[in-house]
């Protein structure tokens, strides 16, 4: 693992950028170790896909990608040299979390096969002014309101999922520092998907508070 220079607070710092970038990227691969994940994400670093489209337009920490299996990083996360191990450890987690959770890749095939529905009769009515065409294309249109409805509480609780295999795989303080960190950002706020950083911390302050503190387990 890259060579750090060790400081007060877990925070560490690194002669280059791409020493830190060379820590954080087998970082990855232990904490999934820790978790119990088989193999490693790929990681990489990228501004643009970063970019959080739920929401505000604002660029998020980190992004996991299940068609490729990779964790993007935003440049800045190791722009200064200087990692926060707490802060950048619960980052991880989180995304190791939705690595773990199945249902984003069956929600994605059954949007697929609704387009797919939808295309075929919008191809039929063409072919054919069909009204079993139109009441298809209707019956479709219905379902995908629906599923649209239900795609959106879905997406808020697999993020309230992933903070929660944080706080079972990394204890609490890594995820409780990282949400207080978020909560003091000014840039940092809540998206279509992601609650109010501040919102985040009080659910995650009450979990920790019903259940007792998780002692870190690394």
């Not at 200064?80 to 950048?88: E, P, R, S, V």
């Not at 797919?116 to 069909?130: E, N, P, R």
């Not at 019956?139 to 879905?154: D, E, I, K, P, Q």
């Not at 995650?204 to 387990?217: D, H, L, N, W």
Request: proline share 5%; glycine share 8%; no cysteine.
């Amino acid at each position: 693992m890259t060579e750090a220079m060790p400081s007060d607070d877990f925070v560490v710092s690194f002669a280059t950028t791409e020493d830190a970038r060379a820590w954080l990227i087998d970082r990855v691969a232990y904490l999934a170790g820790v978790a119990g994940q088989q193999g490693s994400p790929r990681v990489s670093f990228s501004a643009l896909r970063t970019a959080n489209v739920a929401g505000s337009g604002a660029s998020t920490p980190a992004m996991y990608y299940y068609e490729t299996d990779e964790l993007v990083f935003h440049p800045r996360e190791v722009a200064t040299g200087i990692i926060n191990t707490q802060i950048a450890d619960a980052i991880v987690l989180h995304e190791l979390g939705h690595r773990a959770d199945p249902g984003p890749m069956l929600r994605r095939r059954i949007s697929q096969g609704l387009w797919m529905v939808a295309a075929v009769a919008g191809v039929w009515f063409l072919l054919s002014h069909s009204g079993w065409a139109v009441a298809l294309l209707s019956v479709t249109g219905l379902l995908g309101y629906v599923w649209l409805s239900w795609n959106a509480s879905a997406l808020r609780k697999e993020e309230d999922m992933a903070d929660d295999y944080a706080l079972a795989h990394g204890g609490s303080e890594p995820i409780l520092s990282f949400l207080r960190a978020s909560v003091a950002d000014p840039t940092a706020e809540g998206t279509a998907v992601h609650r109010k950083p501040a919102d985040r911390l009080a659910r995650m302050e009450r979990k920790v508070a019903e259940t007792g503190a998780v002692p870190r387990r690394f």
